[in-house]
């Protein structure tokens, strides 16, 4: 898993927090996710000249994406995709993060995990930030503002380990 750079490598903090997001695959702790709300939902996150054109190009209003897992408290989050494939990539891998991590003593919840997709109509203007440094990714802070209900539609078909399940 990617690590984030040492803070003393960015001009400014708000390079740092923007890289730190970008690199940290499975978003951050808890006790963080408040400093990083309040960053992207304040303006204070850098953009660059490609992720402000991508932004000024894009349409009033727009389909947006959320890969999750049913054992994840994701929906509330901030990263969307426009990209249905990267939201379905994403709900696979947190989900075989989840299997995997159970396999080896991790989280003891007795839950199902299954993959989840988001998909939700949102306001360009309900757009706080553009990530393009690894996936096409829009971060909307405050999801109580979005246009409407997102349609969750499970995905089991996404599940890691369905083939050892059907041998």
Not at 66 to 76: E, H, K, M, P, Q
Not at 146 to 161: Q, S, V
Request: charged letters at 35%; a negative charge.
């Amino acid at each position: 898993m990617a690590q984030p750079r040492p803070r003393d490598e960015f001009e400014s903090d708000g390079e740092y927090l923007k890289d730190f997001w970008i690199m940290s695959e499975f978003g951050v702790d808890e006790s963080d996710y408040e400093l990083f709300r309040d960053f992207f939902g304040s303006g204070d996150c850098p953009q660059t000249e490609e992720e402000q054109k991508h932004y000024d190009e894009l349409p009033p209003t727009l389909k947006v994406y959320r890969g999750y897992n049913t054992v994840s408290r994701s929906l509330d989050s901030m990263s969307w995709t426009p990209c249905k494939r990267e939201a379905e990539g994403f709900a696979y891998r947190s989900t075989l993060y989840e299997e995997v991590s159970r396999k080896h003593g991790g989280n003891p919840n007795t839950d199902k995990v299954t993959p989840v997709v988001a998909t939700m109509m949102i306001g360009k203007g309900n757009i706080d930030s553009i990530l393009l440094g690894r996936e096409k990714e829009y971060i909307i802070a405050c999801p109580d503002i979005l246009d409407h209900e997102p349609l969750i539609e499970e995905r089991p078909d996404l599940l890691p380990f369905q083939k050892e399940a059907k041998e």
